[in-house]
């Protein structure tokens, strides 16, 4: 069918930060005065591997890929353009680069979802919200805007996507029934495009797929018993998902050969045990101030410590 499985992930992605953050926030954050708090949990949560990788991504680049659209991108304002992360979510109108490490396009939009989320949750305004979303992305489905930029990029068309997590989490049967009522609706969407009744743009298919997939596969999830094995691979996510184009990069320099199934062997191997060594090494420190964070926020309400799951 000619998809691309990358975006599909992308999109399950979403929906599972809406659902992650819903409950940080409900857990912890829940009031005006705590949404700085719960920026700085969320910087101490992005910041230590990413600022590791792009350091490591620029010097894979400099050093080993000269003359390349890559090296093109290292100059000062995108280098620190990218360090704010924001602005990797907007680099297709030149706000910054997209080549030092080009997964991270996605954080931008994550940052993005960040800034408004807690307002939403906390003055109830996600029916509102989810509603607009909706037919931003519509139109960008259907062709009246750009498919590409508002039906999968940018906040304005794919936040309904994260208050679908949102609602899965909340588990009310209003709150399931609209999360189960987007996921047929973009199963019908689905079929529609591949059947040739609604035009196939830029990614519309590989998106309404993954909302199809993602809604249930998450609320599935959330059922079964959690595992050590699912502590250990949330751990390593992250740092796959950074480092897996900087592995790729140091590959193309010293074995530049077709893409095969030993390099896809290796590109695995060397991202899972890079992600392994910079959780340890980088992220756990932070973790540990997170922690401390979301401890120290709820003691300003007086509510009792409890255990939680990190995110």
């Known amino acids: 069918m000619g998809l691309n499985p990358g975006v599909i992930a992308v ?12 409950s940080l926030i409900e857990r912890n954050y829940k009031a005006p005065e705590k949404v700085a708090l719960f920026y700085l949990d969320r910087a101490l949560r992005l910041y230590p591997q990413f600022l590791f990788y792009f350091v490591v991504s620029c010097a894979v680049i400099y050093f080993l890929l000269p003359g390349t659209p890559q090296a093109a991108e290292l100059t000062l304002r995108n280098i620190a353009a990218s360090l704010t992360i924001v602005p990797l979510g907007f680099y297709m109108f030149g706000a910054a680069g997209s080549w030092i490490l080009p997964p991270a396009w996605s954080l931008g939009l994550e940052m993005c979802f960040y800034l408004v989320f807690p307002f939403l949750i906390i003055y ?5 919200a989810f509603a607009l979303s909706v037919v ?28 679908c997590g ?3 989490y909340k588990a009310q049967p209003k709150d399931l029934a609209i999360a189960a009522g987007t996921a047929v609706a973009a199963a019908l969407m689905f079929a529609a495009i591949m059947a040739g009744w609604i035009e196939r ?3 519309n298919a590989e998106v309404t797929a993954g909302i199809a997939l993602g809604v249930p596969a998450v609320y599935l999830l959330t059922k079964l018993k959690f595992h050590r094995i699912d502590e250990f691979l949330g751990n390593i996510s992250y740092g796959v998902f950074l480092n897996h184009f900087v592995v790729m990069y140091f590959l193309h320099a010293i074995w530049s050969v077709a893409y095969d199934g030993a390099i896809v062997a290796t590109v695995l191997a060397l991202s899972l045990l890079l992600s392994g060594v910079s959780y340890y090494c980088v992220e756990r420190p932070a973790l540990k101030l997170r922690h401390a964070l979301r401890a120290g926020a ?12 990190a995110a």
Do not use: W
């Open 201 to 203: 743009r830029p990614f």
């Open 298 to 309: 709820k003691n300003r309400v007086g509510h009792p410590l409890g255990r939680e799951t």
């Open 11 to 22: 999109i399950s992605f979403l929906i599972i930060s809406g659902f992650v953050m819903t």
């Open 136 to 163: 931003v992305f519509m139109a960008a489905c259907l062709g009246f805007i750009n498919t590409d930029l508002y039906g999968y990029r940018l906040l304005p068309g794919v936040l309904f996507m994260f208050l």
């Open 166 to 168: 949102s609602y899965l």
């Open 124 to 128: 109830r305004a996600q029916g509102v």
